[in-house]
DNA sequence: ATCATTTAGCTAACGCCGTTCACTCTAATG
DNA sequence: CATTAGAGTGAACGGCGTTAGCTAAATGAT
């Protein structure tokens, strides 16, 4: 067996556990200090007191380590947004939305480094079958791990469209729909289905919702690496932002 | 002197640019198989057939290197974004607008290595004051470089607003403004003349502008790090965009 | 044509890096 | 208590960016 009578961790495991958690401090903070290709398993061992080779207890190659961390900064990001969505109560699906965005804006642009490290991480395949033998790192762990985070949003989305369709809130119709061929039109309810778990919503909200996706993923990737065309009134120009969004949703204010 | 009789380039001076080239050639294949990481000034000596000390005669460090190529990949980007510009008549600013965004599009997802180096690459401060005496690495160029790239964009948008102004052609006003503090106004009225150079447009031209730019720039993004949320029908998606930022410039078609 | 100077390139070395292998010691297991 | 699995070590390999000092050739001036 490999726990103990009591039925919880060993005394190993809690050691073990512990020793991963201070590789991944000492790799977060490399990261911090010295960007996404500064970090250094060498300097992580130094860090943590231990030999270089030791690590390779704990992680199969700096790429592994590289990759949990990346998966941890995803729940990070997650964990923060899910703390600013429930300041709001559970039907200000609106206000939920907007702590969503504010959220994410506050994420990236205050953990730069670790934002560039999980937009860069080299996507899928990397992992492949191996002698028939799937690896540890799962290919699709970070792109599941952004779909959760986007879903934290669509979900909202979906309960609003609900709400407004029973007419318990003010909402017009999404502004006019640009024609598009049955293959977009799929495309986008298809993909879309993921962000919005198990409802179908209309088309024209489908499309404003993955509109204004773009648009805030845009905002966020400018303003975390600098190329933002405003700097001094960014908080108000989000709000702007968002405004216009919302217009999009035929909602106002 | 440094230039023979003729004024012309020396035959030393036509030497190391070749060498120059063929340096940055190398350095631009590993670009785009090993991704920005994966460029190693070793492997680009051993390509080149020459000692990797040898390097140090041409550029400073890797960082200028790639700080160098960098430049290079911009001046491309500028270059494929003016030849498609050109296609269309000097007057047809809506299209050569459209081929703006095309242009851009197409340039970064056919070249996703090279633009993440592009938009990863460390900005400023890198390059600071040495015993008062300035680096060969010009901590602005980079930025520079996109805003000239930009600025191709915003020409177009400042002529296009000249035309609708004098009634030659149909262009409503952009759509209504959202509520904003003068601190913002004022800021995206200077900030926008640089991309708009010489020209003040009216705040509300501005603004959209602005979005407009946003929303390339977060598509352009997504889909160039696979994080699109349409994938089949990408160039119908991006045409649906483009009518809707149309759309909030008054314009319709 | 000769000499001095600039320049491109070399070799060798330094201190990093990720990774592997064979080994030891220690702590948990049966 | 004997066995075993796990954590850790030390040494090595090849690769990396970078520096210093040297050589030889091309250049420019006399």
Redo the contacts with the bound molecule.
Sequence with gaps: ????TAGGP???ER??AE?IAEIKASARRQLQEHGPSG?????IA?EV??????L???FD???ALLHATCVDLYDELIADTVAAMDAHPEDAHLERMKSWIWAFRAWAVGHRREFELMISFPDGKAAMLIDGEQLERDPDLLSRKALEHSQLCGREMAAFYRKAERGEIEANRPAELPAMSEGLKAELMEKCSAFIVGEDMPLAWVFSFTSGWVRVFGLVVMEAFGSLPVSENVDEFYKTQVLSMMHDFGIEG
């Design positions: 067996m490999t726990s103990n060993t005394r190993r050691m073990r020793t970090i250094s398993l060498r300097a130094r007191g231990v030999t270089p080779a030791a390779y207890r704990y190659s700096l790429d």
